[in-house]
Structure formats: structure tokens, C-alpha cells
């Protein structure tokens, strides 16, 4: 009799649970119009090579290896960089690990050694990145004599530099060769044009006759590497340069955007990303059969930056390597690593690295939001199934 009643007091416990708990209509409900979580796809072992492009948010190496940094440079990685992180080799414009690093690492590849360092193994692929890198011509900036060149000297490489270490690199090898190898390779194209906007910042020359030019120079690249049998392409926008102390140090409040940032200067980056994404579009429908990836760089940031204390970062503009008694810790005749110039204390509190570059902690953030959280179009998970064969 006593097992009866506790058996009946247990199902009165159990449907009263179940009165509690919201029906499947009930969830269906709250999901209408919104996509269903799933899982995040694994990504390991999904390609054997990574190809990467751009500049200094991309480089791991080749700049310094060319000799293109200013001499303080040097001393801001060996004190700054190469304490941080032992793991990492090559030099970075950060305290530590690149965008490019985190998608090495969540395709459990090695991370991407520079292609002017001829001692390492590119069995898993190169880094053609250059810091500093220009999609003009360096002659167009002697033409015009038009310097700003901050901590890198004044005559910048340009991007055709690296579609010609990109063909060198696969000399010797035939087109079928070519393009097997391609075909199970992701190509990164990170920041392109970036350095041509700062460059040109306060000169004459029209920013459309610009956009026009840099975006050009990055079809080019694209056309490159597609015509040689790349399938896998992500392609990325420039971030907001108008919110990094560089550009704030000289805009008036009254000219500053919702977020707090530069709106002349992020006006420009966003007419550059739209008519970038437009040639996407437009390759797309041309190499029917590749997959090419807008990763929104733009976006990613500024979500980043209006929500900054949910993300873990206190300080939203003020640079961690810098000098100056300013808001911004930025100081133009001593940048980061330069005599004089300290760093803080916690760079992961930080958004930006050195008043151009962002912080180790950013770059997770942002890698995180590119392959995991959507802002990547079509999304980076679409990207891995295709490969895979789980759609065509």
C-alpha cells in the first residue's frame, strides 16, 4: 500500500513537470522566422593547404623579411610579439595570433609560415601577405608623391607582387597538377586596400576613381587564382579604419558616426565593401563552380564595438602600444615599439593593438564571428559542406 501511493505521488510529480514545460508548438512558436540552431560543423582536416593574401592583418612575416619596416619595428615585435606567444614564428603587427592563425587552427593546420621565408615548409600552404601592402602601384604614389607611409617606408609593394609569387609557387607544375592542388586549398584574400585609403587620406585624388582602382586590383587577384582552378575562395571586407585612434586622433566629434568613429573615413570603407561585394557577384556567376565567401569584416567589428563589455573588452579605441597622454594612447611621431612608446599591462582588454592594428583578443573575436556566427556570406559552415560533398 505504502509503494502505491509513493508510485502515484511520483507520476503526480511527473505530470506536474510536464504542465510546467513549454509544448513543441510552444517552441515552434518562439522559432518562427529564425533559423534552428545546429551544431557548428567541424572543420578539421577539411583542406590540406591555405593560400593567403593581403596586408599587415594577414602578414606573418614577409614585410619584415623584405626589410620594409621602419627600424623601430623590429624592436616592438622581438619586446612586444615575441614574448607573447613562443609557439607562433614570423612577425605580426599585433601582440599575438592573426585572423589567419585561428583559421589555421580551426582547420588543425599549421599556422602559415611567409612565402619570403625560404627555409619553411609550405607543404600546408603560404602566406603571400604583405604588411603595408598597396592595391596602386607604388610608381602611382611617386607619381603623386604621396607619402604617410607611418611605420613602413615610403614606397609600398603592391598587390601584383604577390599574384607573382603566387604563380612562382606553382612553376614547374603542369595543370592538372595546378589544379588538384588549388582544388583542395582554401584561399584566403584578406584586407586589400586599406594602406591605398590611408595613403591617400587628405589628398586630391577622388576616392571613387580610388575605390574603382583597389577593387579592380582585387578581381585581378581573384581572376588569378580561379583561372588556375581555385574552387574555395573567402574573400574578405575592410574593417571599419574609422574607429582606430590613427583616424580619430584627427576627426572632430561632430563628424563621428553612431559607433564614436570616423564617419568620412568609415564612408569610404563602406563604398569600398559594397562595390566589392558587387564583383563578387558578379565572379560567382561567372566560376559557377567555385564557392566564393564574403567575410564581413565591416560588420563583424562594429557589432563587436557596440557591445564592447559583452565581448570582454573595457577599452573600445584606446590603443595598448602607443604613447601619448591622450584618450587614445596614439601618438604619430611615436608609434608602438618606437623609443619612449609602452604597452599595457592586458591587451585582451583592448580592441586595438598599436592605433592601426587590432589586438590578439579582437582577432579571436572577429575569427569567431566569421566562422561561427555568420558573418560570412554564404557562411563558412556552407563553405566546409560543399567541400565535403554535402551540397552542390
Not at 614577409?62 to 623590429?74: D, I, P, V
Not at 582602382?213 to 582585387?218: I, Q, T
Not at 568613429?261 to 561585394?277: E, K, T
Request: proline share 4%.
Amino acid at each position: 500500500m505504502a509503494d502505491s501511493k509513493y508510485l502515484f505521488l511520483q507520476i503526480a510529480f511527473f505530470v506536474l513537470l510536464l504542465s510546467l514545460c513549454p509544448s513543441s508548438a510552444t517552441f515552434d512558436k518562439n522559432r518562427k522566422g529564425k533559423t534552428p540552431w545546429s551544431p557548428p560543423i567541424e572543420f578539421k582536416g577539411c583542406f590540406s593547404k591555405v593560400f593567403a593574401f593581403g596586408d599587415s592583418f594577414t602578414d606573418t612575416g614577409n614585410a619584415q623579411l623584405m626589410g620594409g619596416f621602419k627600424s623601430f619595428m623590429g624592436f616592438q615585435f622581438s619586446k612586444f610579439f615575441g614574448s607573447t606567444d613562443k609557439s607562433l614564428s614570423g612577425y605580426r603587427q599585433c601582440n599575438g595570433r592573426l585572423v589567419i592563425d585561428f583559421l589555421c587552427e580551426s582547420l588543425s593546420l599549421p599556422h602559415l609560415q611567409p612565402y619570403k621565408n625560404s627555409s619553411s615548409d609550405f607543404s600546408s600552404g603560404v602566406n603571400f601577405a604583405i604588411a603595408g601592402a598597396t592595391a596602386l602601384s607604388s610608381d602611382f604614389f611617386t607619381q603623386f608623391k604621396i607619402g604617410h607611409s607611418l611605420m613602413w617606408k615610403s614606397i609600398p609593394e603592391s598587390f601584383q607582387t604577390q599574384i607573382d609569387w603566387f604563380h612562382r609557387s606553382l612553376s614547374g607544375k603542369d595543370e592538372a597538377a595546378c589544379k588538384a592542388e588549388l582544388e583542395d586549398a582554401l584561399i584566403w584574400i584578406g584586407e586589400m586596400g586599406g594602406n591605398d585609403y590611408a595613403r591617400l587620406y587628405g589628398s586630391s585624388i577622388p576616392t571613387q576613381l580610388l575605390t574603382e582602382l583597389a577593387v579592380g586590383h582585387v578581381c585581378t587577384l581573384m581572376k588569378a587564382v580561379l583561372d588556375k582552378g581555385a574552387k574555395y575562395i573567402v574573400v574578405q571586407g575592410l574593417p571599419p579604419a574609422g574607429c582606430s585612434p590613427v583616424h580619430l586622433l584627427f576627426c572632430p566629434t561632430n563628424q563621428r558616426d553612431q559607433y564614436g568613429c570616423s564617419g568620412i573615413a568609415n564612408s569610404w570603407i563602406i563604398a569600398h565593401n559594397n562595390h566589392l561585394q558587387r564583383k563578387v557577384e558578379e565572379f560567382r556567376l561567372i566560376y559557377r563552380d567555385a564557392m566564393i565567401v564574403y567575410a564581413d569584416y565591416f560588420n563583424a567589428y562594429q557589432t563587436i564595438l557596440a557591445n564592447y563589455k559583452k565581448y570582454q573588452f573595457e577599452e573600445p579605441f584606446k590603443a595598448c602600444c602607443g604613447s601619448g597622454d591622450g584618450q587614445y594612447n596614439f601618438d604619430l611621431q611615436c608609434l608602438c615599439g618606437a623609443t619612449g612608446s609602452s604597452s599595457c599591462k592586458d591587451a585582451s582588454k583592448y580592441i586595438c593593438w598599436d592605433g592601426i592594428h587590432s589586438t590578439e583578443s579582437m582577432h579571436q573575436q572577429i575569427s569567431d564571428l566569421f566562422f561561427n556566427q555568420g558573418f560570412c556570406k554564404p557562411s563558412f559552415s556552407d563553405l566546409v559542406k560543399k567541400k565535403r560533398g554535402g551540397s552542390k
